[in-house]
């Protein structure tokens, strides 16, 4: 199987950035998401990254160097609703696999 | 447009019991997922369906769940015997194709827990 690895926890105060990195095994790679999750909601979308570069969406951009298997999760201007898991998944084929998720606390 | 829908919402068992859980895709999506995921970890595949065929199964303990998606719309998961270790939310995503706008959709999950 996939081995997707991302830190278990980060910590970091509003307002700031912070960068969540994740690291992929790159057999049969067709692109990457970063899902968000709050605490007994299911995941939603974020962002899906083919090519390598840079993707901004608002506060989120995400990044993606497939020769590296690597990808990053940037969020700027924190705030305190962006407290949450942040799961990094591998698109194979047409499956989704994922890491266990990095557990971002902000604080005021 | 509606989402997945997911019921029921939680259940609690006692461990050998049987459950069922239930997903309704998204309209039109073909690929349907589920996904368990024990608390603090992510969500681990354990079978995906495209219309109303097994894709992959591989990571599904067979001799106690067992999923069917008959018409190739909504699907059911059952877990027979349940034990303790089963406690997790079950996840029921579905997609329509690789659509990077669109993503995995996914449901609110059914949370079980086996006592």
């Known amino acids: 199987g996939q081995n997707i690895d991302q830190p278990t926890e980060m910590t970091a105060t509003e307002g700031a950035i912070v960068q969540i990195n994740c690291t992929y095994q790159?057999?049969?790679?067709?692109?990457l998401f970063w899902y968000q999750q709050h605490a007994g909601e299911a995941p939603t979308f974020l962002s899906y990254n083919v090519l390598d570069g840079l993707e901004e969406k608002g506060r989120f951009s995400s990044f993606l160097s497939r020769s590296k298997g690597y990808s990053y999760l940037l969020l700027k201007e924190l705030q305190m609703k962006d407290s949450a898991s942040y799961l990094c998944?591998?698109?194979?084929?047409?499956?989704?696999?994922f890491g266990g998720g990095t557990r971002l606390m902000v604080k005021p | 447009e509606a989402g997945v829908a997911q019921s029921p919402r939680y259940k609690i068992i006692e461990k050998r019991q049987s459950v069922a859980f239930w997903c309704n895709p998204i309209?039109?999506?073909?690929?349907l997922y589920w996904y368990q995921q024990i608390l603090g970890q992510g969500p681990k595949l354990l079978i995906q369906?495209?219309?109303?065929?097994?894709?992959?199964d591989s990571q599904l303990p067979k001799d106690r769940f067992s999923a069917e998606r008959l018409k190739g719309v909504d699907s059911t998961l059952k877990i027979q015997p349940a034990k303790l270790e089963d406690s997790a939310v079950y996840l029921c995503?579905?997609?329509?194709?690789?659509?990077?706008?669109?993503?995995?959709?996914f449901g609110s999950g059914t949370r079980l827990t086996v006592v």
């Open positions: 790159t057999s049969g790679f067709n692109g």
């Open positions: 369906f495209q219309n109303n065929g097994v894709v992959d």
């Open positions: 309209s039109g999506h073909a690929t």
């Open positions: 995503a579905s997609s329509w194709s690789r659509d990077p706008n669109y993503g995995y959709t």
């Open positions: 998944a591998e698109e194979a084929g047409n499956m989704l696999t």
